[in-house]
């Protein structure tokens, strides 16, 4: 067994509406910061899986990020393994 | 013998009293599920109530998808046993694939509690029956995750098969024209209930439980409980009451 850390970043899909995103698009002006576009906000979870070997261990994170983590409706997301991060 | 409803408690749900005693003036005798038992105690019918099921973490109602109660329920569903879900109830079973669909973050980003009126599309599902004649009924809302989504092909075939079952409407009854008023949470098509396309699983965004007696500001919640009170009851009996897609 060996432990292995990933993050999993969970993001709305292209078209679903995101007003979290935009509020932070509408906020840009007060920082006086123009030029920002396609504010979309997310979601980042990291954690560490214990398993025989890396591909196993990403199996597991695969099945948790589609059951779990994100909702495939509405959410995309991208399983990153994080490399010489301890676990 | 007089129809048992289950009112399932997750940790966090905070309208199982309400959904109790709204049940029981609709004449049925509720009661309570807890979230860790897998047995339903062969209740007649099941409501998901609102609330802030395992504290909404992650997404609100995925949590407690995973519950032992919920594999209970999803099987409950798939036998033809009737459930509704109200508001944090509705995004468990959106959550659960129970009915289709998500239910997005408010447009305004603001956790909205308020009156609303709504009208069922059609009086003629297990949910709808005993509400008598169509016509807006006003009742509250209360969540911050409330705006329906689903993409277009499904909102066509929803809408096609009457499974669209209540919408957001203006006092009046007239139909929303978008605006936060009308329909508050931004809702597509101003969807406020559906039903899974077996017509036996409603999920319903406002509280018909804070809307069953007159002495609560409004009484135009009662006919949704009566209807699925009812229902339960034809259905112990052997009477097919799901209605199914159209």
Redesign the interface.
């Given at each position: 067994m060996s432990s292995h850390r990933f993050a999993v970043n969970v993001t709305p899909k292209p078209g679903?509406?995101d007003?979290?995103g935009r509020?932070v698009e509408g906020s840009l002006g007060h920082l006086g910061i123009e030029g920002v576009s396609a504010v979309r906000v997310g979601r980042r979870v990291e954690l560490t899986v214990d398993a025989p070997d890396a591909a196993a261990a990403r199996d597991v994170v695969e099945r948790l990020a589609s059951e779990?983590?994100s909702?495939p409706?509405?959410e995309a997301y991208a399983v990153e393994e994080l490399e010489g991060v301890p676990a | 013998m007089t129809v048992r409803v289950g009112v399932v408690v997750f940790p966090g749900s905070n309208c199982d009293r309400d959904t109790l005693h709204g049940l029981t003036v609709a004449g049925a005798e509720p009661v309570e599920l807890w979230h860790e038992q897998a047995s339903l105690d062969g209740v007649d019918a099941v409501v998901l109530p609102g609330g802030f099921a395992y504290g909404d973490y992650?997404?609100a109602g995925?949590i407690a998808r995973?519950s032992p109660v919920m594999r209970s329920v999803a099987a409950f569903a798939a036998d033809g046993g009737l459930v509704l879900g109200i508001c944090n109830g509705f995004q468990v079973l959106a959550?659960a694939g129970l009915v289709p669909?998500?239910l997005?973050?408010?447009?305004?980003?603001r956790f909205l509690g308020r009156d609303v009126t709504i009208a069922a599309e059609r009086l003629d599902t297990p949910f709808t029956h005993a509400i008598g004649e169509r016509r807006p009924l006003r009742m509250p809302i209360a969540h911050g995750e409330g705006?329906y989504?689903?993409?277009d092909a499904t909102l066509d075939a929803l809408e096609r098969n009457g499974q669209v079952l209540f919408r957001y409407v203006r006092p009046d009854g007239a139909p929303s024209d978008g605006d936060e008023r009308s329909n508050p949470n931004?809702s597509l098509r101003a969807i406020a209930g559906v039903l899974n396309a077996d017509g036996n699983v409603c999920g319903l965004m406002p509280h018909p439980e804070r809307a069953s007696e007159a002495i609560l500001g409004s009484d135009d919640g009662i006919g949704i409980l009566r209807s699925l009170v009812d229902s339960a009851a034809r259905a112990r009996a052997g009477a097919q009451v799901a209605v199914g897609a159209r």
């Open positions: 679903i509406l007003p979290q509020a779990l983590l909702n409706l509405i | 992650l997404r995925v995973f959550e669909g998500a997005l973050r408010n447009r305004s980003l705006c989504f689903a993409d931004g």
